[in-house]
């Protein structure tokens, strides 16, 4: 495990803190981004929107910084060209299963080094883990968390996007959706202070919850979909979630999608994706 100094663990404080900024960000209207792929595209990162900055020269910036200024510092990473592939590799599998194994084998490292490099991420706040949710449910179950990143912004410019057009027909435009939804869920919590868990659920059968809390037998659900226009097999999987329950009410379920237009339905509330507040 690699040791932290000091002016490291200030500096990972700093960027917490901007990552919180960036809920106050995505709340003025003047800043609000015109669309989602714009939003993606330029992440939250607040400096970006108060110096008017370019994303395709800030994120490129901003990871130089963070290796040759903070992680060189580190012991334990001693290959930074090894390093940035690590992290772009990272972005490829936002919102998927860590795979330590082939992670470790695309990027040219050992799974050990790879663990470690993912704490690393961690702990300087680039990157998060959303453990899976498995209680009172079949075993046949994902066990394994799923990787994300603070700023949907860094990720999307790790991925090589240049622009917000490119992602109308992105690989990643699902992926990179997900991230924006779950990263501000957890940004809401860290504004709030209300710390509750927040997790994902899935079955070896595809059925999946992408978000997911529970409270005293209480749940909260969340489907996220990046289509901009609404169809209704979006609500399978909450309505399969609901029925593994012994009473459906102890379910609160919501549909996240790519659209602006919120609407009440029988299998779920339904919200626009710069309209999530509240939901956790």
């Not at 994120?59 to 290959?79: F, G, I």
Request: charge should be positive; charged fraction near 20%; aromatic fraction near 14%.
């Amino acid at each position: 495990m690699p040791k932290i100094s000091n002016h490291f663990c200030y500096k990972t404080k700093a960027v917490r803190k901007d990552h919180l900024a960036a809920r106050i960000v995505s709340k003025i209207h003047l800043w609000l981004p015109d669309s989602l792929e714009s939003a993606i595209f330029r992440g939250f990162y607040p400096c970006i929107y108060t110096h008017d900055l370019s994303p395709r020269d800030f994120y490129p910036n901003y990871l130089e910084t963070y290796v040759q200024r903070d992680v060189h510092q580190l012991n334990a990473v001693h290959n930074l060209i090894q390093f940035r592939n690590f992290v772009r590799l990272c972005a490829g599998r936002i919102g998927q299963p860590v795979n330590y194994q082939t992670l470790a084998s695309d990027a040219g490292i050992s799974p050990v080094t790879a663990k470690t490099w993912l704490v690393l991420l961690e702990a300087s706040h680039i990157c998060f883990l959303l453990p899976p949710y498995f209680k009172n449910f079949s075993k046949r179950i994902s066990k394994t968390p799923k990787l994300f990143f603070y700023d949907v912004g860094f990720a999307a410019n790790l991925l090589g996007i240049t622009a917000a057009s490119d992602l109308h027909s992105h690989f990643a435009r699902g992926n990179l959706f997900e991230n924006l939804i779950v990263a501000e869920m957890v940004k809401q919590q860290f504004q709030s202070g209300w710390q509750a868990e927040l997790y994902y659920w899935q079955k070896s059968n595809g059925r999946e919850i992408d978000l997911l809390t529970e409270k005293n037998g209480q749940y909260t659900i969340a489907e996220i979909k990046s289509a901009s226009t609404l169809n209704n097999s979006f609500f399978d999987n909450l309505s399969y979630f609901q029925k593994q329950l012994d009473d459906p009410g102890y379910a609160r379920p919501f549909l996240i999608y790519g659209g602006t237009e919120c609407q009440e339905r029988s299998a779920a509330s339904v919200r626009g994706w710069y309209d999530v507040q509240g939901i956790f």
